[in-house]
Nanobody, 128 residues
């Protein structure tokens, strides 16, 4: 069974930065669509950023974090990272790592159902 283990959440002041990590136990790390969704209380899940885990690492970002977020990978560690800078209170949510055995495209950010595997989530709280 594929496991996704997230780390790096916590409480941050507005304007600060954070980095989340997600390590997968999947035998074949390459050529998967991995990334992050988030869900705030009372709101629907929102795609944040995804990356196709190949050497080229094609990436897609939600408009809400475009210019503030960077998704990256370390294939040797089977790990994907999400850095968000200039945090705002609206970034407060539980962040979930996701993975599917498919090529990423922008539409995946709008379809949480596209992803077969989910982590347990890590809470990020941004205070003003």
């Amino acid at each position: 069974q594929v496991q996704l283990v997230e780390s790096g959440g916590g409480s941050v002041q507005a304007g600060g930065s954070l980095r989340l990590s997600c390590t997968t136990s999947k035998n074949t790390y390459s050529r998967n669509c991995m990334g992050w969704f988030r869900q705030a209380p009372g709101k629907e899940r929102e795609g944040v950023a995804i990356i196709y885990t190949t050497d080229t690492g094609i990436k897609y970002y939600a408009d809400s974090v475009q210019g503030r977020a960077t998704i990256s990978q370390d294939s040797a560690k089977s790990t994907v990272y999400l850095e968000i800078h200039s945090l705002i209170p609206e970034d407060t949510a539980k962040y979930y790592c996701v993975l599917d055995e498919t090529v990423c495209n922008r539409a995946h950010l709008s379809r949480s159902s596209s992803f077969a595997y989910w982590g347990q989530g890590t809470q990020v709280t941004v205070s003003s």
